[in-house]
């Protein structure tokens, strides 16, 4: 095992890895920007050090700094958590040149499967199914020509996409061509690479997702499905497992083919391979995340298995612990991501002092959170304030505890709103309810067609 991992990240992930690291008795040191000096990691970590100012380009996407602080610190690894440099194939090989472990995929693997057009030719090869489209990037005839064949609507993607960032749907051909040359721009502002590619869109489908395990032996499992259907410009705001009223024998297919998938490119750590569910019960191929997820607590919440610790142990170069036999899927888990954000404003940020803060309770009943009373949420960052999770031995179940979950909490101060009451309001629709609901189903709440 690593004797001391660097966090390169902030808020709640990076409690969540300075625990995980507690527990394996691995020293773990803190980066943080001026800000953050008193945040949350910062006390739990056994060391930290100052990277930069506020901004992210001068702290947390700040390279060069990270690595000169693991140097400083002696970290034998990185974990990176999600966002930032999570899935920067560039940063993976500046920590393989130093010989510092990053806590993800090989950066050969990672820069594959972080380019989207290159990630959807492998998984053809690997056989997994995929929407209609291409597995290039293309000039703006050819791929007005590709959209025309396949049938509108489409959807244009950057190819070196992620966060649900760069993409764009397209109704009617007379739209597409100004719809492919503002995706390319956007695609280029935000990841420095304009290369964008095109697939069928379906507009009625629900986005399913399966946890991978893999280790650096040749051995891969996969930890069940979650359902991540309930988004707001591709950003999930809900999540659950298993993923509900699925055509039987579903899961385990989908299971199957990220196993292969993972496996066909040599994936080692925690991954995520994304799929989008057609009415009609078919599934495609969308994505892989070389990263631990926003949503892993659900996964834990019904295996039991530390989704953190065994990515630790596996970039340590441990064999898995788990055969997929072993790996038993209970009950059901939902999470709700509490952002300080303004629904009745378009979700715009509202960040701002704490000025009280009540977490709620009880039993099967977990709340990951960086914040505490007197804090000050800043305006710089993602807007997660907290992650609350409930499990529940049947789906209705935990989606009451999830009402009475979202009830206890509270958080308040000048200038601060959440989405804590639209998110009771989702989880109350019937579509929701009876697990009818599609990717559509916010924009249809904002909208008052739901």
């Not at 090869?125 to 020509?145: H, I, M, T």
């Not at 065994?310 to 055969?323: D, F, S």
Request: some cysteine; proline content about 6%; overall charge negative.
């Amino acid at each position: 095992m690593f004797k001391k991992v660097l966090i390169a990240n902030r808020g709640e992930i990076a409690v969540r890895v300075a625990r995980a690291c507690r527990e394996l008795g691995v020293r773990s040191v803190a980066v943080h920007s001026t800000p953050d000096r008193d945040s949350a990691v910062v006390r739990l970590a056994d060391e930290a050090i100052r990277i930069g100012p506020a901004a992210p380009a001068k702290s947390y996407l700040n390279a060069a700094a990270v690595l000169e602080a693991a140097a400083q610190s002696g970290a034998d690894a990185i974990h990176p958590g999600y966002g930032f440099l999570s899935e920067s194939s560039d940063f993976a090989d500046a920590c393989l040149a130093q010989g510092i472990t990053l806590i993800g995929p090989p950066p050969s693997v990672m820069a594959r499967l972080g380019d989207k057009t290159s990630a959807r030719a492998l998984m053809r090869r690997a056989g997994l199914p995929l929407l209609p489209g291409s597995v290039e990037a293309l000039d703006p005839r050819a791929a007005e020509e590709l959209a025309r064949r396949i049938g509108f609507p489409v959807i244009v993607k950057a190819a070196a996409g992620g966060g649900g960032r760069g993409m764009t749907v397209v109704d009617d051909a007379d739209r597409f061509a100004d719809a492919y040359r503002q995706t390319q721009s956007t695609a280029q502002m935000l990841f420095g690479d304009g290369r964008v590619y095109v697939e069928k869109y379906l507009p009625k489908a629900r986005h399913v997702e399966v946890q991978v395990l893999c280790d650096g032996h040749g051995h891969a499992v996969h930890l069940g499905e979650r359902d991540c259907t309930v988004q707001r410009r591709h950003q999930k705001l809900i999540e659950e497992t298993p993923a509900p009223a699925l055509p039987e024998g579903l899961a385990e297919r989908m299971g199957r083919s990220a196993v292969e998938g993972a496996l066909a490119v040599g994936y080692t750590g925690v991954g995520t391979f994304e799929f989008l569910l057609a009415p009609d019960g078919s599934y495609y191929f969308m994505e892989v995340n070389c990263r631990i997820q926003v949503e892993h607590p659900v996964t834990e919440m019904v295996t039991g298995i530390d989704l953190v610790q065994q990515q630790l142990k596996v970039a340590a170069g441990n064999e898995l612990e788990l055969a997929q036999a072993d790996i038993e899927l209970r009950g059901a888990a939902v999470e709700c991501r509490i952002n300080a954000e303004d629904p009745a404003a378009g979700f715009v940020p509202a960040p701002g002092p704490v000025e009280r803060l009540v977490l709620p309770g009880g039993p099967f009943v977990r709340v990951d959170t960086h914040v505490r009373q007197g804090d000050v949420i800043p305006p710089h960052y993602d807007s997660l304030l907290a992650k609350l999770v409930v499990w529940a031995p049947r789906r209705d179940e935990a989606i009451a505890r999830m009402h009475r979950v979202l009830d206890e909490f509270e958080v308040s101060g000048p200038g601060i709103k959440t989405t804590r009451t639209f998110l009771a309001e989702v989880l109350s629709h019937p579509r929701f309810r009876a697990a009818e609901h599609s990717t559509s189903l916010v924009d249809d709440l904002l909208s008052g067609k739901a």
